[in-house]
């Protein structure tokens, strides 16, 4: 009879073997001979996206985050509420700061007057996210597709799954290594907030009374602090947003040197200071952009595998914000 040590062993290895099979099954071209338009389509529309509001670049990328980390990357995030079950998109964590979802309907619309029930709305997110990085400047790379669709989306899961902006460096490479990703994917990953903006109530706790010791967080560059405090008073509008590093509309390093320079806007960014490791990464990636680009778009690959469904699994929505 097997231990129970040798029995968790064997059911690690078959759901490791069991995932890699899977994730196998992704593949660059996968439309190229049923909707052969497709990535071409999901590319003009984001261009047109970005041209009227630049900002949904970073929302779309955004987007793809938060599928892939509740759930897989399966377009659960997409799945409007019901009557009986809050979604995903309603969750505090990303309601209301999750943006983009016009963008992939008028995707799916296109795709779907072409092609349709071909394309997932899974693997629209991860091209359209990938279309993002590149239109603002930073590196391309080519993505696997033939991710289906899920067909459950709970609020409750998005605040389990997603790593807050409050968390500290071991809490984020236990959030991300969660996911299968290392330490340095999580590094890397976090030059995402390259693009985009905050809302003021996701660090206005380093602001404002942080401690019975100081009322700024101590390790926020004070002028930057005083700068932020400007923008975002204490009882202030919900609504109130900040860029996350000086080129919110540009893919590129300056997240990195902010942080190097005590200008990480949130705790979970001036964290990766606090750890050696993650430190030198942080100086690296800062001293050398073409290796943070090198880097990010494998780590945007293998996000981009997490809990995928393939084959006859889950469905290929005609509406990204309903199930079949």
């Not at 630049?54 to 980390?69: E, Q, T, Y």
């Not at 997409?78 to 999750?98: F, Q, W, Y």
């Not at 359209?128 to 067909?151: H, K, N, Q």
Request: aromatic share 8%; proline share 4%.
């Amino acid at each position: 009879m097997m231990s129970s040590k040798l029995v968790q062993t064997f059911i690690a290895a078959v759901l490791c073997f069991y995932t890699v099979q899977t994730a196998a099954q992704l593949q660059v071209g996968f439309y190229r001979g049923s909707c052969g338009l497709a990535e071409l389509i999901v590319k003009q529309e984001v261009r047109n996206a970005f041209i009227k509001d630049n900002g949904v670049a970073a929302g779309l990328v955004r987007l793809h985050f938060h599928d892939c980390f509740v759930r897989g990357c399966e377009g659960s995030v997409l799945l409007d509420s019901t009557k009986s079950s809050t979604a995903e998109k309603d969750s505090p964590p990303n309601n209301p700061s999750l943006r983009g979802f016009e963008v992939v309907d008028s995707i799916k619309t296109k795709l779907e007057s072409m092609c349709s029930g071909i394309v997932s709305c899974a693997d629209i997110l991860a091209f359209a996210a990938r279309d993002s990085i590149e239109i603002t400047g930073g590196p391309s790379y080519d993505v696997e597709a033939g991710r289906r669709d899920g067909r459950v989306s709970l609020s409750s899961e998005a605040l389990t799954n997603l790593p807050p902006p409050t968390l500290n460096v071991n809490q984020l490479t236990q959030a991300f290594a969660n996911k299968g990703l290392t330490q340095e994917e999580m590094v890397t990953l976090s030059g995402a907030h390259t693009l985009g903006r905050s809302h003021c109530t996701s660090f206005s706790n380093r602001l404002y009374n942080f401690n019975s010791n100081s009322s700024v967080d101590p390790t926020l560059d004070p002028v930057y602090a005083s700068q932020l405090q400007k923008q975002c008073p204490q009882g202030g509008g919900a609504n109130l947003v900040v860029p996350m590093d000086p080129t919110p509309a540009t893919a590129d390093v300056a997240y990195y040197r902010g942080v190097v320079t005590n200008r990480g806007l949130f705790t979970s960014d001036q964290t990766l200071l606090t750890d050696q490791q993650t430190r030198t990464q942080v100086f690296q990636n800062a001293q050398n952009p073409f290796l943070w680009r090198s880097k990010f778009t494998s780590a945007m690959v293998n996000m981009g595998k997490i809990g995928v469904l393939t084959g006859n699994a889950g469905e290929i929505r005609k509406n990204c914000r309903v199930i079949n």
